[in-house]
């Protein structure tokens, strides 16, 4: 999917809420415990009951190899039920891969030749030959760890040198050498605030994935203030408020409930 086709899906859904499949076995309805394959089963509800709301789903491999081959099963049975039945979406495999370079080109090829997936979240602390190989396929995008929401960001992304450059922003400005906003882009945690005018001042046009809103407490309102662009330029992700936003048998109606507060909150701001 380019950026263009990306951002005309966002005009038309007036929405750029990515859903987050971060799908627990211990978490989902009881009920959906007696089916064959019972994460499948919720994910194709969440999918079916959120489609036309969102831009893009985001399945947390965590989640999926938790589980071992069972696992690994549903998420390529995820991915191949989104793109034959909503081939509009684009789908990240959120991942956080990154390794010596033949390494990452064994990653790629899982994503981007097996799966064909859209997008890969990328760590970038090995540097360039870690990155590139994602990068040697037409059409797909590497998310590159930027700046996260979590608490120990603070460990390593917020360190400055001795020029009073922070280390993510050294990340930011480093590997527009490796690809531009058609190929690349950033996460960036939305519970970051502000910070969001520094990363725009160094990659202004690029498309953001940022998680972090809902259950971890990020405002939708102060990222669409600091991080938008002429072409929105983000991917807003949510997962747990919405996927579990009830655990009985309405668990599908209360999702898509949850996401059209959200998609009505984005349309707003898009206006």
Known sequence: MTKEELYQN???KQSFLCVGLDTDIQKIPAHLLKEEDPIFAFNKAIVDATADLCIAYKPNLAFYESMGVKGWIAFEKTVKYIKE???DQFIIADAKRGDIGNTSAMYARTFFEELDIDAVTVAPYMGEDSVTPFLSYEGKWVI???LTSN?????FQLTEDAQGERLFEKVLRRSQEWADSRRMMYV???????AFEDIRRIVPQHFLLVPGVGAQGGSLEEVCRYGMNDHCGLIVNSSRGIIYADKTERFAEAAR??????QQQMKAVLK
């Open 10 to 12: 966002i005009l038309r």
């Open 151 to 155: 608490k120990g960001s603070h460990d």
């Open 188 to 194: 960036v945690g939305a519970t970051q605030g502000r």
């Open 85 to 87: 039945n909503y081939p």
């Open 257 to 262: 409930a949850a996401a059209l507060e959200v």
């Open 144 to 146: 590159l760890l930027a």
